[in-house]
């Protein structure tokens, strides 16, 4: 399910850029438009993770993490130039969860948000991933279907679930390097389409290779509609 994010961020060019690149990697944003109301415009967009930065209009980044740290546990990011350590303290006390220094690199963002909201959110909850005929079971590292059942190492089991949870969507390439860069290995592009052909010829055995199309330059595509007999 796609989670929300909310940016709280008052250099519109930053803000769009952010928003454009997190909607291209599957998740939903919506920048802050009323810099006096923070907290009320978070409540009802209902967000599932804050981007803040620091210096804003009226009132500065740790006033607003300290008010929504009153009413929320909602994960939060500082995003910010003022990279000295006493503000990087000052946001951890106030109740963050992170804090990037800009200029920050969009594929170290995103390999951090998963990280967080994977913490915060994936406990207690289901780690079954149905799509058609086959599901994915993160927790066991298997899918499984009506031709059988594959195990899966934990790797495999990362880009499949991205898949699956995009499914019907395209999937970026950088997306599924930041997923496999949770486990603090070095992915580079060759190093992802090795990992994709392993898993395509392990899946094959249940027919779901044929479903995981490659969209040329841009990622790949799982697209289930029924299961073919």
């Not at 990280?115 to 499984?144: C, K, M, P, W």
Request: hydrophobic share 45%.
């Amino acid at each position: 399910m796609t989670k929300r994010i909310f940016i709280v961020e008052d250099d519109a060019s930053i803000a769009q850029s952010l928003e454009t690149h997190l909607t291209q990697w599957g998740f939903t944003c919506q920048i802050v438009q009323d810099f006096q109301n923070v907290e009320q415009e978070m409540l009802i967009f209902e967000a599932e993770l804050v981007l803040l930065d620091i210096y804003l209009p009226f009132f500065n980044g740790f006033y607003w993490c300290q008010t929504i740290r009153k009413s929320s546990e909602v994960p939060i990011i500082f995003l910010s130039s003022a990279d000295e350590n006493m503000n990087m303290v000052m946001a951890m006390n106030m109740g963050a969860d992170d804090f990037i220094a800009k200029p920050f690199d969009f594929s170290v963002l995103i390999a951090k948000i998963q990280a967080l909201l994977r913490r915060s959110y994936q406990f207690g909850q289901s780690n079954l991933e149905t799509v058609g005929d086959y599901q994915l079971d993160a927790h066991e590292n298997q899918i499984r279907s009506s031709e059988g059942t594959v195990d899966l190492t934990p790797n495999e089991t990362k880009l499949l679930l991205l898949l699956f949870q995009g499914a019907g969507q395209i999937v970026s390439r950088e997306a599924l390097m930041a997923k496999l860069w949770e486990s603090d290995e070095f992915v580079d592009g060759n190093t992802l389409s090795v990992n994709m052909t392993r898993l395509r010829k392990k899946l094959s055995v249940i027919g779901l290779d044929k479903v995981i199309q490659t969209v040329k330059g841009r990622g790949y595509l799982l697209e289930v509609t029924q299961n073919e007999d």
